[in-house]
């Protein structure tokens, strides 16, 4: 009888790692496996066979002939034996002998009462399983069959071999794809960073762009073409708009409209908007999966933005951006919201700027009381019509016109009436000149009406005119009438009463001057024409 050995912990540790890198545990029927089974059923003359793998419960049957299971309990399995032995286990009966005659195997089906199996040892001396032959009926194998169920298993193990290289080789193919196929991904991410990186290059250098001319605009209505030319470059395939909130009535007003423009309202009032009453940007990837603004006409089908626009503490509107499809991934919807901000961060420090700029302007250039020009102004603006028009060989008429008894009427009445009656008489000279006719406030209640290229006439009928109409305005203080309105007014012209501005000023003085001392209430023409 062959010599038996008990497999220590170590040693079972081991041929279970032997056994598991075939992987052949719980793997289909396979035809090369079944020719060997079925040539040792055939060879050894025996109705049934199988190759048997032996793992740490269990044993699986890689291949089989004349048995209906595919595994059975470890404890059960005549192949248990023969691992643990060097050499071929014959049992020519099962039921004579005492390691196998309570068996389940025997006693019941497939009532084996024979058994002979060859061991299949790798090289390392791992014995992993069996090449097992079956027979309900006592008996033994011939020197032949012995030797031929020998040469069998170790075409068994020949064909694991081979099966364990070709599945390292499949590993290896797997694993080459699964790295061809990460470093294209990886090369396919980086082509979108880079076309990303180029593209934020563009928009960085078209916000730069803008920002310079930005910088050079006079009035904020020159702002907003600047805009109106960089907003499709800034957000390409997209549609949206810049509004500006009108303090007063609370409404923000598209002065910046790119795209389809019917996609959204052009007014809309500030709880309209959720960026608004939320105090932050408002991101939508899904119309269906979160609230949209009000002031959008439609269900947007792409993802949208709308970012205040805040500067030194206040709101001064907001930039809304609607893309026609939904980012692509959570990094595009974050791309874009940086984005959006930084653009919509520059226009807010543009036009807070801008806004800044025209105020400190308007202070150095108006009157605080009557809003009309300053003095200051009246000099830059007269030195320049006047140059323009003897550049174009056109005249220009000034009328120097003084409210008659007003510091009388302001001592009696108090420096309050005289400010609304100042006030009065600059909303009515505004609304009885020409749009390019400049209105100044010249000192205290002198005004100064500078007429481009009006001839001394046509600046003659047009103070008649406001000496007369100006009877008819009614100025009330404190809910009491002030009294009739007259004016004493002095004419002048270029060319005629001189080329510079002091000449100018000279002779509508003069003129003025001579009304005062005629009457007051009248017309009077510089005598030095």
């Known amino acids: ?133 079956y027979d309900k009926k006592p008996r033994k194998l011939t020197k032949e069959q012995t030797e031929v169920l020998r040469v069998l298993a170790r075409q068994v193990l020949t064909q694991l071999e081979l099966t364990r290289k070709l599945n390292e080789q499949k590993q290896l193919l797997d694993e080459r794809a699964q790295a061809e196929a990460a470093l294209k991904s990886a090369n396919d991410e980086l082509k979108v960073t880079l ?73 809309f009032a500030t709880d309209e908007c959720w960026a608004l009453r939320l105090g932050r940007t408002h991101v939508v990837e899904d119309a269906r999966e979160g609230p949209t603004c009000a002031h959008l006409t439609s269900r ?48 807010a420090l543009a036009l807070a700027n801008l806004e800044l700029r025209e105020n400190l302007m308007l202070q150095a250039i108006r009157d605080p009381l009557t809003g009309l020009f300053n003095r200051r102004y009246l000099e830059e603006a007269l030195e320049r019509e006047v140059l323009r028009c003897a550049r174009k060989k056109r005249a220009l008429g000034m009328i120097m016109l003084d409210l008659d008894h007003f510091k009388t009427f302001n001592d009696s009445s108090g420096h309050e009436a005289g400010d609304a009656m100042l006030k009065a008489l600059s909303y009515f000279l505004l609304d009885n000149v020409r749009a390019e006719d400049i209105v100044c406030r010249y000192g205290g209640e002198e005004f100064l009406l500078i007429m481009p290229e009006a001839t001394l006439d046509l600046a003659r009928q047009r103070a008649e005119q406001l000496r007369q109409e100006v009877k008819g305005l009614t100025v009330q203080h404190e809910g009491h009438p002030l009294g ?17 501005v002091n000449d100018l000023l000279k002779a509508a003085d003069s003129a003025l001057y001579s009304a005062k001392q005629e009457g007051r209430d009248r017309v009077v023409v510089s005598p030095n024409a």
């Open 1 to 133: 009888m062959a010599a038996t050995f008990v497999l220590l912990p170590d040693a079972e540790s081991e041929r279970l790692s032997a056994l598991h890198q075939y992987r052949v545990l719980d793997t289909p029927a396979e035809e090369n496996f079944d020719e060997l089974t079925a040539l040792a059923a055939q060879l050894c003359a025996t109705p049934m066979a199988s190759i048997v793998l032996v793992d740490a419960e269990r044993v699986f049957l890689k291949s089989k002939v004349g048995l209906d299971i595919s595994e059975s309990p470890r404890g059960t399995a005549f192949s248990d034996h023969t691992i643990r032995q060097s050499e071929l286990t014959v049992v020519s009966d099962a039921r004579e002998d005492e390691r196998f005659r309570d068996n389940p195997f025997v006693t019941g089906e497939p009532k084996i009462r024979f058994y002979a199996g060859a061991p299949l040892v790798t090289n390392e001396g791992h014995a992993i399983g069996a090449l097992a032959v």
């Open 195 to 267: 076309q990303e990186l180029e593209q934020r290059g563009r928009e960085n250098g078209s916000l730069k762009e803008m920002g310079d001319l930005l910088q050079t605009c006079l009035a904020v209505e020159e702002a907003y073409k600047v805009v109106n030319q960089f907003a499709e470059r800034l957000f390409p395939s997209s549609n949206g708009g810049l509004y500006v909130l009108d303090d007063p009535n609370e409404l923000l007003e598209a002065v910046v409209v790119w795209g389809e423009s019917a996609l959204q309202e052009p007014v």
């Open 300 to 347: 947007p089908k792409g993802s949208t933005l709308c970012i205040p626009m805040m500067a030194q503490g206040e709101t001064l509107g907001v930039l809304h951006v609607q893309y026609s499809e939904a980012a692509a991934n959570p990094r595009q919807t974050q791309a874009r919201q940086r984005w959006a901000v930084t653009v919509g961060e520059h226009l």
């Open 484 to 500: 009739t309105i007259t004016l004493s007014l002095g004419v002048a012209a270029f060319p005629q009463h001189g080329g510079t």
